[in-house]
């Protein structure tokens, strides 16, 4: 029996599957297993849910959250008749949120190779495999996008009139083209010249980079226009044919204002030419796609020298043991590509937020009156990642090896959680904190130097606070699939929590030495925060 509407509905184009050259009986039947499959995969946006198992699609369940993103759009299309304007910011928040989900749950789909060893020993073309493979992607886009987009479409409806309404659902189908077609002819460049596990890892970083790529580019966005009294004024340019929720918002100037500008013609242009191209592009390179990626099953072990103890370690960590798990920690934040897909993002957003702060200040302010103030205080925004990553350190994708901590002759939990949090702090935070620190000397001078330390030193018990406060459990023992257990809330007030150290060394940095004597209260703090009675807290 056929239970998913979906498949029913995409029986009204049954014709234009077989024109070409699709057995329909066949793609509808793989259709059909793999969305009974995904009734068992939970969506990267619904990870906070419980942990127990739920029956039917969490995919479908989980919908309600990202209608709630769509919300977000509302009030620029409310905003009046400053299309240009709104719409690339519609757009740009749009491509985001769809962008990112299809990153984080369908390039699984788009690179899964399971099926192959059934399908290729079956009757099936290549043809009818890919496109299985394409509409399933389809289906759960057109889900995701009509739950963000349904309550805007309406709103613009009403507000703006049904030719833009019109354009609007026009334009959100060659917006899901592109974005689909983008992300697989990514995919496919990558999968044409790298081959086993250091294509799995080129994929990762890739995935990492574009979730980045989407924060950074819609501050593009925003930064393309300026307010002038309450007058909205933007310079076209050539590097904003670079930027898409451009190209879409070009055509309401068009023809809802008459902007016949070169510059609004051409966008408008590449908004429905440019998704086109795309599609033929990916049609054409769909047999070279498939055949790349049976490279995903040839992977090759890397060889990883077993003695990476050094100085460093030795002076960091005290005992045998907690050098043990500091290097276990590294190499395991060094392989786990899934943990690497959820952290790094958030390491990436750690750099980019201060300067991004930085950008109006050095816009109208000079540097003198900069360094004068107390604006180095942002650097403290790098702490943000803190509480999500020590949260993230007991999920893994091999959690099932998490017995041999039960076979370890260990007396005591100590040198797990503190070889594991050191790990954390020099293989993670520290590069961070080094970068943002060097651009902050650069800026701020030499005199910066202790307030850096005390940030440092802040930041270390912060760590141990944060590791006290979440929900305790061995490194890498738990499943990605157990989600992260409501820890949300948890999260947030612990971020709440960096204030307290702004305002203390802010207060320190207002009296004469303070700072100083305030950095050695946080060396003895610091002494008694990482003694082992602290950490000797759980269960094997």
């Known amino acids: ?58 995919f479908l369940k989980s919908l309600w959250l990202y209608a709630l993103f769509g919300l977000i759009l509302i009030p620029f299309i409310l905003l009046g008749e400053h299309y240009l304007f709104q719409m690339s910011i519609v757009f740009g928040i749009a491509m985001f949120i ?14 899964d190779i399971r099926d192959k060893p059934i399908l290729q020993t079956k009757p099936v073309d290549r043809k009818t495999i890919s496109a299985s493979k394409f509409v399933h992607v389809l289906i759960y886009l057109f889900f995701l996008t009509a739950a963000i987009m349904t309550i805007p479409l309406i709103v613009s409806l009403f507000v703006q009139g049904f030719l833009f309404f019109l354009l609007f659902l ?16 990514m995919y496919w460049v990558i999968l044409r010249f790298f081959d086993g596990e250091k294509l799995m890892d080129l994929i990762n970083y890739v995935q990492i980079l574009l979730s980045l790529g989407t924060i950074i580019g819609y501050q593009l966005v925003i930064r393309s226009f300026e307010f002038l009294d309450l007058n909205i004024e933007i310079t076209m340019s050539w590097w904003q044919f670079l930027l898409p929720p451009m190209w879409y918002a070009a055509p309401f100037e068009w023809l809802l204002n008459g902007n016949g500008n070169v510059y609004i013609l051409i966008h408008s242009g590449l908004a429905f030419v440019i998704p086109v191209i795309c599609m033929f592009l990916y049609i054409k390179m769909l047999p070279s796609f498939e055949r790349n990626l049976q490279k995903l099953s040839n992977q090759k072990m890397s060889k990883k020298n077993r003695n990476q103890t050094n100085v460093l370690e030795k002076w960091i960590c005290r005992s045998k043991e907690e050098r043990t798990f500091f290097r276990f920690a590294k190499v395991m934040m060094k392989q786990e590509r899934e943990f690497k897909l959820k952290v790094y993002p958030s390491l990436g957003l750690a750099i980019i937020l201060p300067f991004l702060l930085f950008y109006n200040e050095f816009r109208y302010r000079t540097v003198e009156e900069i360094t004068s103030g107390h604006l180095y205080l942002v650097i403290y925004v790098c702490l943000i990642v803190i509480p999500t990553i020590i949260m993230m350190l007991k999920f893994s994708g091999t959690y099932k090896g998490a017995w041999i901590y039960r076979v370890t002759p260990l007396q005591q939990m100590a040198p797990i959680y503190k070889g594991t949090l050191k790990a954390f702090l020099v293989k993670l935070f520290l590069p961070i904190f080094v970068i943002v620190s060097l651009v902050f000397g650069v800026i701020f001078s030499t005199s910066i130097i202790p307030h850096l330390v005390v940030v440092f030193l802040s930041s270390l018990i912060y760590t141990v606070i944060c590791y006290l406060s979440l929900e305790k459990a061995l490194p890498f023992s738990e499943s990605f699939r157990a989600g992260q257990q409501g820890e949300g809330l948890a999260i947030f007030v612990m971020i709440l929590l960096i204030g307290p150290f702004v305002g203390l060394h802010y207060l320190s940095s207002l009296l004469p030495f303070g700072v100083y004597v305030y950095l050695v209260i946080l060396f003895f703090v610091n002494y008694l925060m990482w003694n082992d009675r602290i950490f000797n807290r759980g269960r094997i």
């Open 1 to 58: 029996m056929d239970n998913f509407q979906s498949i029913k509905l995409l029986d009204m184009f049954r014709t234009v599957f077989v024109k070409m050259g699709v057995d329909y009986d066949i793609m509808r039947q793989i259709l059909r297993v793999k969305l009974t499959m995904d009734q068992r995969r939970v969506p990267t946006i619904f990870t906070q849910s419980n942990s127990k198992k739920k029956e039917g699609n969490q």
């Open 170 to 185: 026009v334009e959100m189908i060659f917006l899901n083209l592109l974005i689909i077609v983008m992300t697989a002819m």
């Open 98 to 111: 769809i962008m990112t989900s299809m990153i984080s749950d369908f390039s699984s789909v788009l690179l």
